[in-house]
Structure formats: C-alpha cells, structure tokens
C-alpha cells in the first residue's frame, strides 16, 4: 500500500499475554469513551478505536505521518494504565496496512478468539465502534474499513458453519438437550451436587429457556445458596429418589464413590412421568449414573467422556470451516485492498479529465466562427464525436494511472 504507512494496530490478547497482563490494561465498557477520546487526542494520531473484551485490548489507529508508531501507542498504555513499558512490551503486537486489515477482519469474524466461531466478539467490535463514532474518534476512512469489517464477518457467517457446532462441555449437553426435547422452554433442571460444571450447565439450559431450577446436595448449606443463584427450590438429599422424576433434564457432578443412580430408577422415573423423556448429564468423576439407563427407552444418558467426544468433533468440524473462512477473509482483504488502491488514483484521474475537458471546450469556442452557423443536430454530433475522441486519447492514461497506483501500493 501507500510508501508513507498510516494504518496501525497495536493490541495484546490471549495468545501473547497471560490475563494477569490482560486485566491491568482492560477497559471497562464505562471508561470506554474516555479511553478512546484520550487516544485520539495523541500527537499524530487523526482517527483510533479501541476494542477491549476479556482476550485482548487492541488500538487501532489512523496516524498522519510515519512517526506515530508502536512507542506512541505504548506511551499512551503506560499513561493511561500506569503501567510500565517492560511489563508490556515483551506482550505487544504490531499490524501496519494491509496486515493491519487482515487482522481486523480475523478478529470480527471471530478466526482470532479463544474459541474459534463464537458469537460475541462481533457484538464487542460493534460497541467499540459506536463509542469511536459517538466521540469523534472515527471518521470516513477508519468508517469504511470498519464497515467492512462488518460485512466480511457476516460473510463468514452466512458462507461457512464455523459458528455451528458447539466445543465447550456446557454447550454441548445444551445442544443434546434441545434435540431430545425440540425446545427447552418450560423445562425442569435438577441439580445433584453443587460444581462449577453443573453451574455452568444450569446456566446455559436457562438462557435456552429451561424455567424451572431444583438443587439438591447432601450439605444442605450449599444446596441453598446453588438454589439463591437461580431463584431455584432446594429438594433434600433424602427426598431425591421421590423428587428427581419431575425433572426434564438432571445434572449429576457428585464425589460420591457409587453410583447414585441406576437401571432400574430410570424404570421408575419414566413410569412416573408417563414416558416423558428424561435427560441425564452426568459431568461425575466417578459417574453417578450407570450407563445401562441409556438402554430405558426415554432416558438419555451422557458422561463426561460422550459430552467431550461430541465437543471435540464439532471442534474438528470448526476447523475445517475456519479453513474456508480464512480463504474469505483473504479474498476481501484483497478487494479491500484494490478499493483503496483505486481511491488513491481518483485525484489525479478527475484532474487530467478536467484539463482535457477544458482543452475540448477552448478548442471549439475557437472553432466556432468558422465551422459557421450549425443545426442543433449538427453541434450534438461535434459534441459527441469531441468527447468520444477525447476519451479515447484519456483511456491508456488513465488506464496507467490506475496501475501505477497498484504496483506502487504492492511493492511497500
């Protein structure tokens, strides 16, 4: 691209610093405007964004010459953050131009996060954009990238499946779970034993639509406070065999040492329910359901190893999606790319299309006393026959112009 380099990215994230790192230089949604409207207030710099989420915190900045370049943006890091550049710096990555963009569209097609496909990140460059424009720190060029940046991840999304499959635990058993009842709203959750798996499951079902939330533990202590979390009821460990058939989905993640339950108590339950499916996630270690429920037509059960083996499928099938979604990603960094090329051409075309239209107009005012008096026909069709040739005479200049631009844009 241009000789004189303008576009830079400047940012950590979860590949090139601990969180420890991170979080000293995470920007609550809050201190956004602030952080970004000090930003721009840098010396040399004309436009910025800042994108801050949990993975990474990245500046991406429009400079006016050459000089505003990574010790800058560390400068503002260090002020802002009052951290020192030693701590930092070891952290830091730098894009420029055309790497620049690349990156940019990566991360808002969510190829550079953590997890591969999720959703959020987008949601997240979309808010950093809105502050940027609400605070002046966005204008027409960082505008028209970030735009695109927009419509390249939407691209991703409608043209690959990269977001399809689930890869974490809790999402899985929430994906299982939908396809055994083909919708969770209204559904019963009951929870065995109190762990941050079983936790992050209940929590995932909710946000799906699962309504109902009962918590059971043999310390009644914590079965409470699991209950307060989700505005739940507490059933009491001794009541669980009466109790547990009005759920739709168990959640069992116990340190008990046998199985707590079996064959035949999957028998009962479905009798109780009148057959209603009945879906165990057993996240134990020892489990603490027999896998020989599974043969009870109407229960499901899943173990941890199922749930991890469904996770790191999807996670294969992810890959080879963001497979293709790289290739798109590249494909509009190239388009991108020949936009701007052809934009840096535009003055010096318009400027050699107005001399040869002004020589067009001069040449025939000095014709016009001797081509005498015309017909209207007769003026359109030297009109025509003057603009015709003076295209033309333009077009290998023009042509070259814009080729210029290209191969002097490519070689930097």
Do not use: W
């Not at 991360?107 to 605070?135: C, F, N």
């Not at 001069?362 to 003026?379: I, V, Y």
């Amino acid at each position: 691209m241009s000789q004189n380099s303008r576009l830079v990215l400047v940012g950590i994230n979860h590949t090139t610093a601990p969180i420890e790192v991170r979080e000293r230089i995470a920007i609550p949604a809050g201190r956004l405007a602030d952080a970004t409207r000090t930003l721009v207030h840098q010396p040399g710099i004309r436009e910025g964004l800042i994108l801050s989420t949990c993975n990474r915190v990245e500046l991406l900045i429009l400079q006016e010459e050459e000089t505003v370049a990574q010790s800058n943006l560390l400068r503002f890091f260090q002020e802002y953050f009052s951290v020192t550049a030693a701590s930092l710096t070891p952290h830091l990555y730098e894009y420029r131009e055309r790497e620049a963009v690349r990156h940019l569209f990566r991360v808002a097609s969510s190829l550079d996060s953590m997890v591969v496909g999720e959703p959020q990140i987008l949601g997240q460059v979309k808010e950093s954009y809105t502050i940027a424009r609400e605070v002046g720190a966005v204008s027409s060029s960082l505008d028209s990238l970030i735009q695109r940046a927009f419509t390249v991840a939407k691209k991703v999304r409608s043209e690959t499946q990269i977001g399809s499959s689930s890869v974490s635990i809790a999402s899985v058993a929430v994906d299982l779970a939908r396809k055994i009842f083909g919708t969770l709203q209204g559904k019963t959750v009951l929870l065995v034993g109190a762990g941050k798996m079983s936790e992050l499951a209940a929590r995932h079902l909710i946000q799906q639509g699962a309504s109902n939330i009962l918590v059971t533990n043999r310390t009644l202590e914590r079965a409470e406070r699991m209950a307060t979390q989700f505005a739940g009821q507490v059933i009491p460990f001794d009541a669980l065999y009466d109790q547990a058939a009005r759920a739709d989905i168990v959640i069992t993640s116990t340190g008990a040492p046998q199985k707590l339950f079996g064959r035949s108590h999957g028998q009962h339950f479905l009798q109780s329910r009148r057959n209603r499916p009945m879906f165990f996630i057993d996240i134990a270690v020892p489990r603490d359901v027999d896998p020989r429920m599974n043969e009870v037509e109407g229960c499901f059960v899943y173990d941890i190893d199922d749930l991890q083996q469904v996770a790191a499928a999807n996670l294969a099938d992810r890959s080879r999606e963001a497979a293709a979604a790289e290739t798109i990603v590249t494909r509009e960094v190239d388009k991108y790319e020949q936009r701007v090329q052809s934009r840096g051409a535009v003055p010096a075309i318009v400027a050699l299309q107005q001399s040869a239209e002004a020589i067009r107009e001069a040449e025939l005012a000095r014709s016009a006393k001797r081509l005498g008096s015309l017909t209207p026909e007769q003026r359109d069709a030297i009109e025509t026959l003057t603009r015709s040739l003076t295209a033309k005479l333009l077009h290998p200049q023009l042509t070259a112009l814009r080729e210029a631009a290209r191969s002097k844009d490519s070689e930097s």
